[in-house]
């Protein structure tokens, strides 16, 4: 069977109402998956994501360019009537639309879920916020790094007795996106048995708390609070990242046969007989123990001997890569984790593939994120509007 190169979510129209990261990426995985994924942005400047970080010669972010993939850019003004009525009308035909402001802002502007639902039934409406639309923080905005520090995620990551420090990847927005998204096709199922939408709300504060899988099982039963650790594990060891003579390697000795092949492989069998080291239970409890003997073998050789000893005993290991190493890695290029698009403006780039590989709808990088408006008159006329009806809503400013 020939794989359908339009995704398995081909036919399915998604109404992007968002700007910098949660949203966005919610948007992004839907269209790698085949969505019709329109992005509605404000005329003055669009998604504030266009302006952040390294820029190509053609004014555009490259995190914008990785976030925006797959869409069509219609750039209108909803504080305007009839800009909020044109969002109405393109509202009767999509399944989704995804919001990412602070609570409050849509219900304002008459473009809230109860808004919708008079006129458009079964619309699937989402909104990712910093603290969802309940309880006595809903008001204020949210920002991953303050996310971070409120889920918890903070208080443990980072070396043992140093300043609290954020997960480099805004992981409460892009786990907020993922979690929207997951939602966004539950409900779409629902849609096709009942006819019915209904109304998703996620917030980067529970997005993040919701990853803490392993530190959340080591509070609820007697209230221990979980430390950083450094890149140790909190129920097993050894588990982490090792300094070698040239770089650095993982280990993964996650269980006991995994630790018998790990003191074989670097020629300390007499660590097993140890009985600090005894059990998974008994290497947790003293991992900085075991780290510290382990360093002491580990910075003697190789990363690449090292990997090769272990490696030949079947322990999971392998090199801690910068993204230069990684993108050439022979692995990463044949998952295709880097695709080649052409930018209108910026011509040539790369951005991030999609992950997981689907044998009939895979996801692709259909086409490069849009510039600001680039779809307006597409999206316009597909409401069964005029060149002169479109050009009339343009002189009024209410598209651009």
């Known amino acids: 069977m020939t794989p359908d190169m339009g995704g398995a979510l081909k036919g399915v129209r998604v109404l992007e109402v968002c700007q910098i990261m949660a949203g966005p990426f919610c948007g992004a995985l839907l269209g790698d998956m085949g969505a019709d994924v329109i992005k509605v942005e404000k ?28 869409k069509r850019s219609l750039a209108i003004d909803l504080k305007s009537e009839k800009g909020r009525a044109l969002l109405f009308e393109l509202a009767e035909g999509a399944d989704a639309l995804i919001e990412n402001f602070r609570p409050g802002t849509m219900d304002r502007l008459g473009l809230g879920y109860e808004d919708f639902r008079k006129v458009s039934p079964g619309l699937i ?34 070396e043992p007795g140093r300043p609290p420090v954020k997960i480099p990847i805004p992981v409460c927005d892009l786990n907020a996106g993922i979690y929207t998204a997951f939602s966004i096709l539950s409900a779409y199922i629902h849609k096709l048995r009942t006819g019915e939408g209904q109304r998703i709300d996620t917030s980067l504060v529970d997005a993040g708390l919701g990853y803490t899988f392993w530190q959340s099982s080591q509070f609820f039963p007697e209230g221990e609070i979980p430390v950083p650790r450094g890149s140790a ?13 040239d770089g650095y390697i993982a280990l993964g000795a996650a269980n006991q046969s995994n630790w018998e092949r790990t003191c074989k492989a670097i020629d300390r069998e007499d660590l097993m007989d140890r009985d600090e080291y005894k059990t998974d239970k008994d290497r947790a409890i003293n991992y900085l123990e075991l780290a510290g003997e382990l360093d002491e073998m580990f910075t003697k050789e190789t990363r690449n001997e090292w990997l090769r000893r272990l490696e030949a005993e079947n322990v999971p290991c392998g090199p801690i890569l910068n993204m230069a190493e990684t993108f050439d890695h022979p692995q990463v290029k044949n998952r295709e984790m880097a695709v080649e698009v052409e930018h209108p403006t910026a011509g040539k780039t790369r951005v991030l593939g999609f992950p997981p590989k689907l044998s009939e709808t895979p996801g692709i990088v259909r086409r490069p994120a849009p510039a600001l408006g680039q779809h307006t008159d597409e999206v316009i006329g597909e409401l069964g509007k005029s060149g002169e009806e479109i050009l009339a809503l343009r002189d009024e400013g209410v598209l651009v």
């Open 233 to 245: 594990h909190e129920v097993t060891a050894p588990y982490q990242a090792f300094k070698c003579s």
């Open 43 to 70: 005329p003055n400047g669009g998604d504030d994501a266009r302006r952040m970080g390294r820029y190509f010669d053609g004014g555009e972010g490259h995190g914008f360019m990785n976030l925006n993939r797959n």
């Open 125 to 158: 409406y989402a909104s990712i916020s910093g603290y969802g639309h309940t309880g006595p923080f809903r008001d204020k905005g949210g920002f991953d790094l303050v996310a971070q520090g409120l889920s918890s995620l903070m208080s443990f990551t980072g």
